[in-house]
């Protein structure tokens, strides 16, 4: 059975870093495009990237890309949602997601699969 366990969440001052990781299981992410994405209290669900590992293209949303940063590790079938200079508006339920054959062409995308969540709460 297709899993995505997302980790690494949690409170964090706001000016810190974490890094967030998304592991597959039961599949090989090379074949899949993998997003990122948040929903704060009381708002829509936000694109916040899409990387596609067929054509190795990266979409981070404008409004965060020079704080976050995509990688993957296929070796782990994991991918890691890098958070830098975390503000208080960062403060949501983080999720990822696998979209199979999939090409990005901005930082969101349909998901076939999703994990469960991680929550990150920033503290000013």
């Known amino acids: 059975e297709v899993a995505l366990a997302e980790s690494g969440g949690g409170l964090v001052q706001a000016g810190g870093s974490l890094r967030l990781s998304c592991a597959a299981s039961a599949l090989t992410i090379e074949d899949y495009a993998i997003g990122w994405f948040r929903q704060a209290p009381g708002k829509e669900r936000e694109g916040v990237s899409c990387?596609?590992?067929?054509?190795?293209?990266?979409y981070v949303a404008e409004s965060v890309k020079d704080r976050f940063t995509v990688s993957i590790d296929n070796s782990k079938n994991t991918v890691y949602l890098q958070i830098n200079n975390v503000k208080p508006e960062d403060t949501a339920v983080y999720y990822c997601?696998?979209?199979?054959?999939?090409?990005?062409?901005?930082?969101?995308?349909?998901?076939?699969?999703w994990g469960q969540g991680t929550q990150v709460t920033v503290s000013s």
């Open positions: 990387i596609s590992t067929m054509d190795g293209k990266t």
């Open positions: 997601a696998l979209a199979y054959n999939y090409y990005c062409s901005r930082p969101a995308m349909r998901g076939d699969f």
